[in-house]
């Protein structure tokens, strides 16, 4: 740590420049910048039309909408789909009372998040699609009555536990520690309930499409996170034989693909269980995600751990703090905070890498794409459908790089 | 100088032919010596004559290689449970302040208190702005390490070591990393703390601080001390070479 005087902050000159001049100064400066900038303009113009032609008047759309509920839920009975809301649902519990007692950020990002369900509860696309079919018979009113209350009763449920929740749970602070508990038990309970037990099992052989990609991401997110942490203080750790393990591990991993240890989860090592015993299709796929980005997360942790001056853990030592405590309380906040930006980075192309479990033969995503073009009716359609779920992909990868940057900037990264 | 009322004769550090390696680097070459209750010791001598080494080895950051050492009746051995116990008994202020510059100011000072004394988290803060108070910053309570000065800073890590409540404090050269000007508000918390009657070890070049507040100075040179003596015939009348250079050097600027 550097001695750091405190120094009165001027603000620089303001320099801020109406759009017009900024126009001039940076693209039409000069006459070569002046025909650079008429060149690209041209070039954007071409290619907005190309783009824009193509997705009104030539793109067959009838796909996505003809084949939404199996891209959404993939083979998933819809007789059961009321054990998604309930999963959804608890979420929203989880999200209202998260947002109660951390306020900030995870308030802001909660009323995002059920601000969008709001929208979704609200626009009555249903009622749209009658108007077209059958505008005679239309009571709107009752309709929309119906819609909201009655077709829409578990996301309308779901909003209002939010709002309950969030009322109830307001400065209780206490309660952050059952709320953490709670999202971890999130995990088992999604499972627990989307398979259902006894007679009214859905195999998971029946998860598929973004529900099976939420499952495997989010499963392999959250558990490779605290192992890629382990690991990395594994690697650095004194003891030889913890060392050697966690450094031979990383190094392993790393140096093989993805796709291998798909495979040999799901093709070799079956060979080599006895007998009855089956591991799960799915459950081995998040374990070899989650196996393959603990790695990759140590190592992004490891950067951040190597940028902690050794007189922090000093310090921490000599208050008497045991090293766990060390590496909870002083070392950890801090390098992780450093590495915020590889941290979710490693997230995203997790995310994206479970579009790989469809070449094992699991209907996530991408293997319900393939699966829709794979039938006689779609045949050709291509560009629509992998446009559709690619724009999927961005959403969630995008909002995951937002909320990183906000979290960056609440926490203040390279201040305190 | 006067005798120190509040030395007793109770030892409470007991240092048995201390050595200590860096792999082939002979470091400390045997240190024996016994530092009472209520003691104030300033140890001073060249760079790199482990000082600091010496003063690491007593809350056990670094480990010595041969001989023993007695912290308090507890004798330093790999026992982790030995090691964290005489660490709550003996604070550390450093050079460098290492101030944990993600919590604020107080939470640095109650981190120790409740996670290792198990003190609740209210008598801790309570604590924490009554030693505040005690350094005068109780202002800078609620911010954080980096907006406050280099003088203040080390304000807070002096709390931060005395909210232990630990027997024993050890000083680093603490005022080293000082702009000029701040030197003296850190000396004049230390000076109240000695004269409290805590037992003080402190590397310091500060010969001003040592002449009234020690009773005892050690002059280390190349991993021994050369020679010790209290203030008054130690800066007056040394014996050795080494010594009347060192001082000379010192007091020259
Ligand atoms: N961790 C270490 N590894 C190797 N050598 C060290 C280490 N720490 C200190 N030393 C060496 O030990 C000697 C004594 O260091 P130190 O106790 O810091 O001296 P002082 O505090 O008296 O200036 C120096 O020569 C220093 O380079
Ligand atoms: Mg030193």
Known sequence: ?416 | MTENENTTNDPIIICEDVHKWFDDFHVLKGITTTFKKGERAVICGPSGSGKSTFIRTINRLEEHQRGTIIVDGIELSNDLRNINLIRQEVGMVFQQFNLFPHLTNIKNITLGPIQVRKMPKKAAEEAALALLVRMGIEDQAYKYPAEISGGQQQRVAIARALAMEPKIMLFDEPTSALDPEMISEVLDVMRELAHSGMTMLVVTHEMGFAREVADRVMFFDEGVVIEEAAPADFFDNPQHERTKLFISQTLQH
């Open chain 1, 1 to 416: 740590m550097e001695n750091l005087a405190i120094t009165q902050e001027v603000k620089p000159p303001n320099t801020s420049k109406s759009p017009l001049k900024w126009l001039q100064d940076n693209l039409f400066n000069t006459w070569y910048n002046t025909i650079l900038t008429c060149l690209a303009l041209v070039f954007l113009f071409l290619v907005f039309r190309g783009v824009l032609t193509w997705v009104f008047t030539q793109a067959n759309w009838k796909v996505v909408p003809a084949n939404l509920q199996i891209l959404m839920i993939g083979p998933y009975s819809i007789e059961q789909v009321w054990r998604i809301w309930i999963v959804l649902d608890t979420l929203l519990v989880l999200l209202g009372l998260s947002a109660a007692v951390w306020k900030g950020l995870v308030l802001r990002i909660s009323t995002v998040i059920a601000s969008i369900g709001l929208i979704f509860l609200l626009i009555p696309l249903d009622l749209v699609k009658k108007i077209e079919t059958d505008p005679a018979t239309l009571e709107f009113n009752l309709n929309i009555v119906y819609l909201i209350f009655f077709k829409r009763r578990w996301l309308l449920g779901g909003l209002v536990l939010f709002g309950i929740t969030f009322f109830l749970g307001r400065d209780r602070n206490s309660l952050r520690r059952w709320v953490i508990g709670g999202w971890i038990l999130s995990f088992p309970w999604t499972m627990i309930v989307l398979h259902g037990f006894g007679e009214n099992t859905i195999s998971t052989t029946n998860w598929g499409g973004l529900l099976l990609t939420l499952i495997l991401a989010a499963v392999g997110i959250a558990a490779c996170f605290p192992l890629g942490v382990l690991l990395a203080l594994g690697r650095r750790s004194q003891l030889p034989a913890i060392k050697w393990v966690s450094t031979i591990y990383i190094e392993t991993i790393r140096g093989v693909p993805l796709i291998t240890i798909l495979f040999m989860g799901s093709i070799i090592l079956p060979i080599f269980i006895p007998g009855d015993f089956q591991l799960d299709k799915v459950i081995r796929a998040m374990i070899a995600l989650t196996l393959f980005s603990a790695a990759y997360m140590a190592e992004n942790v490891r950067g951040g751990l190597q940028a902690i001056p050794q007189g922090q853990v000093e310090a921490a030592q000599a208050v008497g703090l045991t090293y766990p405590k060390t590496m909870l309380f002083i070392v950890l906040p801090q390098a992780l905070r450093a590495v915020i930006p590889a941290i979710v980075g490693q997230f995203i192309s997790l995310f994206k890498d479970t579009s790989l479990v469809s070449i094992v033969g699991l209907l996530d995503l991408l293997g319900i794409a393939k699966s829709i073009l794979g039938n006689p009716k779609w045949q050709g359609l291509y560009v629509e459908v992998y446009i559709f779920i690619a724009l999927i992909y961005f959403i969630f990868t995008f909002a995951m790089s937002f909320v990183s940057r906000k979290i960056e900037a609440d926490l203040g990264v390279g201040k305190h």
